[in-house]
């Protein structure tokens, strides 16, 4: 993400979607700026006060735009959450009330599904179904192929207006820190299509290498066909994510 000014944004209201996700809308003066459909892309939830392992850096978040209203001038940001094992972030979304405060950077971009695909396989777990979400609602009608979803818990299946012959697929997983095949093998189980795939996956770090061995050396998906990023490590923190991140790129390039 280039640099670009932070932003001070207030709660304005919050509520839970499902058991385990937390919608927080905010509202605040510096969004008349905030460049318009950025739906899906991210923003950096900063943590001035948080004790820092980078001195020149503050801590921060990295979470998904599941909306921005520029008219009404509002953002909308789900947060997962992750039982007994909550981050700084979590913590601060589940404990904030409606007038705190919060600075952000961004927004940042990620690659969405390509609409001139011949059908789509799109895939999260709940760290990514923001972002799927959004994908969902720029699918074509149509479009065909499968949306595969792994969730924490019945109750946390969410409605999904989908095009007729796209393919709704949750798997049900109350533990993801420990069972991390549950989403893998939900994909390789899908039928694999005639033509060119736009494949979009979001995930646990350890889940992203398994299936981008399936993409690329079962499947051979062409690199310019698919999105495929891990949102999250089990056991590691953001920070430690992102240096586990930076490492398997250069080893997989």
């Given at each position: ?184 093998e939900k994909v390789k189980a899908m039928p694999w299509l005639d033509g ?58």
């Amino acid at each position: 993400m280039a640099k670009t000014a932070t932003r001070v944004l207030s709660v304005l209201r919050k509520e839970l979607v499902t058991p385990n996700m937390l919608r927080i809308v905010f509202a605040g003066e510096s969004l008349a700026e905030f460049p318009d459909n950025c739906d899906g892309g991210y923003i950096k939830l900063i943590f001035p006060d948080v004790p820092r392992s980078h001195p020149d850096r503050p801590v921060m978040r990295t979470y998904s735009i599941r909306s921005f209203d520029a008219a009404s001038g509002v953002m909308t940001v789900d947060f997962a959450l992750h039982g007994e094992s909550g981050g700084i972030a979590t913590d601060w979304a589940l404990n904030a009330r409606v007038g705190d405060n919060i600075l952000i950077a961004g927004p940042g971009t990620i690659k969405m599904v390509d609409p001139a695909a011949d059908w789509y396989l799109i895939a999260a777990d709940m760290t990514g179904l923001p972002a799927l979400l959004c994908n969902v609602e720029r699918l074509p009608a149509t479009a065909q192929g499968y949306v595969v979803v792994e969730v924490r818990s019945e109750a946390d299946k969410v409605a999904l207006e989908l095009p007729e012959n796209v393919e709704m697929h949750w798997v049900i997983n109350a533990a993801p820190e420990v069972e991390k095949g549950a989403l893998v093998e939900k994909v390789k189980a899908m039928p694999w299509l005639d033509g060119k795939v736009s494949v979009w996956t979001a995930c646990e770090f350890d889940t992203m290498r398994s299936l981008r061995g399936y993409y690329r050396n079962d499947r051979a998906v062409g690199r310019d066909q698919f999105y495929l990023s891990s949102y999250w490590r089990a056991g590691r923190t953001e920070d430690q994510h992102k240096v586990d991140k930076q490492a398997d790129s250069v080893a997989a390039a």
